[in-house]
């Protein structure tokens, strides 16, 4: 856990638990450490479209099994 003053090690652990791959993390890390964090933006907003997009599908998914649930529970 990074300490509160860490600011790299603060930045570094919130890309890992927001689940970014080491690919993404190297580069805003190394956008940080050049004093480019605005650099971070295009990468951290495709990272979150695909995961909006992962929840999404996720979620007709779940929304298929309610229906067939449903069905079946209603038939029996």
Known sequence: MAEATDT???IYQNLE??????????????????????GMLPI???Y???LLE??????KKIDCLDYLIYKIQKNI
Do not use: Y
């Open 8 to 10: 790299l090690g603060i």
């Open 17 to 38: 638990d927001a689940g970014c791959n080491k690919q993404i993390t190297q580069r805003c890390m190394s956008l940080v450490k050049s004093g480019k964090p605005e």
């Open 44 to 46: 951290l907003l495709n």
């Open 48 to 50: 979150r479209r695909e």
């Open 54 to 59: 992962a929840v999404r599908s996720g979620q």
